[in-house]
């Protein structure tokens, strides 16, 4: 029987001016991409302007720039709330 114990090794990336793991902040950060998508189809094209948004934070997000991840997160998730409510009034508008 061998002994030998096999020993695994973790990397985790470290923000240098926070020392805190990137993964934690990184998997909070939202980038709205599949609702804005939705926004696309549904509002006429007008869901372009927050997927652009959404697109920028999913960049940053992947580059490690999570504070302007974050900025642009925020402004993607109230572009898709603006967008949503301006397709439910051209539908109800288009309905009736």
């Given amino acids: 029987m061998n002994s030998d114990k096999i020993q695994?090794?973790?990397?985790?990336?470290?923000?240098?001016?926070?020392?805190?793991?990137?993964k934690s902040k990184?998997?909070?950060i939202h980038d709205w991409l599949l609702w804005s998508i939705i926004n696309?189809?549904?509002?006429?094209?007008?869901?372009?302007?927050p997927l652009i948004f959404s697109l920028i934070c999913r960049c940053k997000k992947h580059d490690h720039d999570l504070k302007f991840a974050q900025k642009m997160s925020t402004a993607a998730f109230i572009?898709?709330?603006?967008?949503?409510?301006i397709e439910i009034i051209?539908?109800?508008?288009?309905?009736s």
Avoid: R
């Avoid at 696309?40 to 302007?49: D, E, M, N, P």
């Avoid at 572009?79 to 409510?85: E, K, M, S, Y």
């Avoid at 051209?90 to 309905?95: E, F, P, R, T, V």
């Fill in 8 to 22: 695994q090794s973790t990397t985790i990336l470290v923000d240098p001016n926070e020392n805190v793991p990137l």
């Fill in 26 to 28: 990184e998997h909070k």
């Fill in 40 to 49: 696309i189809f549904f509002g006429f094209g007008v869901g372009f302007i």
């Fill in 79 to 85: 572009l898709n709330i603006a967008t949503t409510i």
């Fill in 90 to 95: 051209n539908w109800i508008g288009l309905i």
